[in-house]
């Protein structure tokens, strides 16, 4: 049987480390807003190459916050139109509706999955205020192309970087592009805590610090409130083992990294296209999903010969009953992937035998 992806594996190759991190955490008596998160904070800032990292509760609270802090900051206004992948995770758009802000949704590039500069450029009009790009799967979005236009329409940039910890683009990782970028720590992503976590990146003090009293109820000093804020905090627990993970992220890349030149180097299968290769250095393979017009023949002979495979995502977020106000939306290639995306097993404690294993089988697999 090959899982997906087999966290238990993933943590127990760092099982030592990981009880230290928690003992030291009990053993110290302080279990929010210490020590861990700040060294984290610094870490993963420096990890980035930003100025500041300000840890919240989760992914889906890093981008909602930061476009709170831009209303609050009066960088944007209810209303303003935001542009975002329609591909994307249901998270962002979230973010967005949640501030009473308009998604415009754009459609993808078929190759990259991500964000092209043509079709962003026909979507902005004298209301739009913002994009974000969303470094789908692991592979950073076109960010010199829509930094550029986002200069020339005085645009914000807010990169959902969730999927995309330490992907770059020469050696600019993803977090030091936009204004700010927003990410998960959620457990199955590729840094991932053992519980929910996340983080904003910038290098913009004044957002920095609006944010530090957003998630704290939207005070700086205790019992000054400048911000109706809310309670988001990323544990001293959950920060100490992002702290053990961090080291780690890396090499954990490196063997995602082996893991997809595998399957880009043996499948061959006329009915599945495989992801575009060309920044590979830069990729950090979040997940490595082909396309396939009989999706559903492959997933069943796949799940016969015991490989476990996953769809991200079955529905597009503007055919969701929680958006009725997009359902008028035609969006064919949109559409169109979200029919024929299966995302292979990739694990960092997976072995090479194993994803030659994988890709053998959908060779041998009739379709
Ligand atoms: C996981 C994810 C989020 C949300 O992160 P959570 O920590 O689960 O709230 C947002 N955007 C994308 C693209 C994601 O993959």
């Known amino acids: 049987m090959i899982p997906f992806l087999n966290l238990k594996s993933v943590n127990a190759e760092l099982r030592t480390e990981l009880l230290d991190a928690c003992a030291r955490v009990i053993d110290s008596g302080w279990y929010i807003g210490g020590n861990e998160l700040a060294a984290f904070e610094q870490e993963f800032a420096a990890y980035c190459s930003t100025t500041h990292c300000i840890g919240v509760a989760n992914g889906l609270d890093a981008l909602t916050l930061t476009l709170r802090a831009w209303l609050e900051l009066g960088r944007l206004q209810e209303g303003d139109e935001v542009i975002v992948p329609a591909n994307t995770y249901i998270a ?183 992801p575009a290769w060309g920044e590979e250095q830069q990729h950090v393979w979040h997940l490595f999903v082909v396309l396939s017009k009989q999706r559903e023949q492959l997933q069943q002979q796949l799940t016969r010969s015991g490989i476990q495979t996953l769809i991200h995502y079955p529905i597009a977020p503007h055919r969701q009953n929680a958006y009725p106000e997009l359902g008028h939306l035609q969006l064919p290639i949109t559409e169109r992937l979200h029919d024929e995306v299966l995302s292979l097993p990739m694990d960092p404690s997976m072995t090479l035998e194993q994803a030659h294993e994988v890709a053998q089988a959908i060779n041998n697999a009739t379709l």
């Open 92 to 274: 962002t758009l979230l973010a967005i509706t949640e501030n009473h802000l308009k998604p415009v949704l754009v459609e993808p590039d078929e190759g990259s999955f991500n964000l092209s500069h043509a079709a962003v450029a026909a979507a902005i009009t004298p209301r739009t205020k913002a994009i974000i790009p969303v470094h789908l799967y692991g592979r950073l979005a076109q960010m010199p192309e829509l930094l550029d236009l986002a200069s020339e329409h005085q645009l914000l940039v807010l990169e959902d970087a969730a999927q995309g910890h330490g992907a770059s683009l020469s050696g600019r990782k993803a977090g030091n592009w936009g204004d700010a970028a927003g990410f998960s720590f959620y457990p199955g992503k590729n840094l991932g805590a053992l519980g929910d976590a996340g983080a904003i990146t910038t290098s913009d003090d004044e957002l920095a610090e609006t944010l530090r009293a957003l998630r704290n109820y939207g005070s700086h000093e205790k019992y000054r409130n400048l911000f109706q804020g809310v309670n988001s905090r990323l544990d001293e627990i959950q920060a100490a083992i992002l702290r053990v993970k961090l080291q780690h992220l890396d090499r954990q890349t490196e063997q995602r990294r082996r893991i997809a030149r595998c399957y880009l180097d043996l499948i061959e299968h006329p009915a599945v296209t495989l």
